[in-house]
């Protein structure tokens, strides 16, 4: 390889052949490049990476190929989020197909259990299966709104989606190893995406602890909004965690470990930890149980003006782990709050509830605005500061403008 | 640009801490697939320089890990700022 070249054209057959450096990543020969697609998209700007060619491109914004969330206004009308329109934010490549080989044949083992097994995708769906419905919302969800600036994807409200998942309960599978063994404090769940990289477990291995006791209501999920979960989304089994942030609901889950200490690769023991700005360490909480959280769908800055008079004010609301009890809506900032409804069906304490509150308004702008309670927490007035911009529930950021004429 | 410069951080991305393995940039020929394409991504001197002394999720810590002095971390902010996208 030439070194100081100018202008550049440098290949990766050439980089790869000639750099001594890049040796420890001989494997990146499986790594798929990205290519744009010519996506149906209205902005003009960017298109979705091929990866993801079918999803609903006038429904999400596109902060990199790596990092895709859904318009506020694209979340809500629906209880469900369609798969086209939920958001992506993957720490390793999307495995391909290719990578993935036979569906029915992908593995996932168990240790930490007196009887430890290997289990296939078609064994598991032997042995049992259900369906729950869990908000999907990625830990730095809010970031953009940090007046600090954090880096990393810049966030308002669509990195979140309430799914249904259809799969087999972690407890089912624990019954059939006999049991947890002694000592355990944490289920522990590694994916098998960081392999085609090539890169070291330690630096790449998403390998995510949350206590054990979330077991009692994790899955692994199969199936996505009635369609085989997607690459994309962790296909062909992901491990689902209801009430915790995204990070934890492990893609392309490889292996369930019951352990007495918490992982100690950099995506558990580092990243994930929210601490005060300025400072960093594992000594600082990770990101698992999701706070309550609402936001307002419609109407808001990006549907246009609204007609004076009659006005429907929607949006979700959830609990994190606990079911959402309340949620109360302003229009005028904060001052005074009127108690809004909840509409469509109730899908358990994990899922986010619809929410709307009729009112009338009259010509001018207004600052609306809204706060869920789960009976035991509601949302503060505003965000807890922290270095990576995490666990964002604070009401007055996450209201809109709107005007209305 | 300053053209010594862009130069000195196109090396350092390709050959000296390898940003190449797992980023796409035009500009630098380089197809990796592990962090974000930076040419799809808003960049700022602020940012990219904040990211690559820190490190993100699998991103090293250049900076604090001592993997590249501070004048090599301005040279390759320097080059990916100025050729992302383009």
């Known amino acids: ?405 | 640009a300053d053209e010594a410069k862009m130069a000195k951080g196109l090396e350092i991305f390709n050959e000296t801490a390898v940003c190449a393995a797992c980023h796409v940039l035009k500009a630098a020929g380089s197809e990796g697939n592990v962090g974000p394409n930076l040419d799809t991504v808003a960049v700022t001197t602020e940012s990219v320089t904040d990211i690559v002394t820190n490190g993100l999720g699998v991103m090293p810590a250049f900076g604090e890990d001592e993997i590249l002095t501070k004048e090599e971390i301005e040279a390759v902010v320097y080059f990916v700022v100025n050729s992302a996208g383009k």
């Open chain 1, 1 to 405: 390889m030439k070194k100081s070249k100018n202008t550049p054209n440098l290949n990766r057959r050439n980089f790869l052949a000639g750099t001594a450096s890049v040796a420890g990543l001989a494997a990146t020969a499986s790594v798929v490049p990205i290519t744009f697609a010519n996506a149906n998209h209205t902005d003009g700007s960017k298109g979705l990476p091929d990866f993801i060619n079918w999803k609903n491109r006038d429904a999400l914004i596109v902060h990199s190929d790596k990092g895709i969330e859904t318009h506020r206004s694209a979340i809500g009308e629906g209880l469900i989020t369609p798969n086209a329109n939920v958001y992506i934010r993957n720490n390793m490549p999307t495995m391909s197909d290719a990578q993935i080989g036979d569906r029915n044949n992908w593995k996932v083992s168990f240790e930490g259990v007196n009887n430890p097994k290997s289990f296939t995708l078609a064994e598991l769906k032997a042995m049992g299966t259900t369906t729950i419905a869990t908000v999907l919302q990625c830990s730095g969800n809010g970031r953009g709104f940090f007046e600090h600036g954090p880096s990393g994807s810049q966030w308002q409200t669509g990195a979140a989606a309430c799914v249904f998942w259809t799969g087999i309960p972690v407890k089912t599978l624990v019954d059939a190893c006999g049991g947890i063994s002694s000592g355990a404090n944490f289920m522990t769940s590694a994916g098998v995406d960081h392999e085609p990289t090539g890169l070291a477990p330690k630096d790449a291995m998403v390998e995510r602890s949350v206590p054990k006791k979330v077991y009692e209501d994790a899955l692994l999920a199969w199936d996505m909004n009635g369609v085989p979960l997607p690459n994309s989304h962790g296909g062909p089994l992901r491990m689902i965690t209801p009430g915790y942030f995204g990070i934890n609901n492990v893609k392309h889950l490889g292996k369930v470990a019951f352990t007495a200490d918490e992982s100690q690769v950099k995506f558990m023991k580092s990243s994930y930890r929210i601490s005060p700005i300025g400072k960093k360490g594992s000594e600082y909480p990770t990101c698992w149980e999701m706070p309550v959280k609402s936001w307002i769908t419609r109407p808001t800055d990006e549907t246009g003006t609204v007609k004076a008079g009659k006005v429907q004010i929607v949006g979700v609301a959830f609990g994190g782990t606990r079911k959402v009890k309340s949620v109360k809506v302003s229009v005028d900032g904060g001052n005074k709050w009127q108690k809004a409804k909840f509409i469509g069906p109730d899908l358990g304490k994990f899922a986010w509830r619809q929410f709307v509150l009729e009112t009338t308004l009259s010509a001018g702008t207004y600052n609306i605005a809204s706060l869920a309670s789960n009976g035991k927490d509601k949302q503060p007035e505003l965000r807890m500061e922290n270095r990576r911009g995490y666990a964002h529930n604070g009401w007055k950021d996450h209201s809109v403008n709107i005007t209305v004429v």
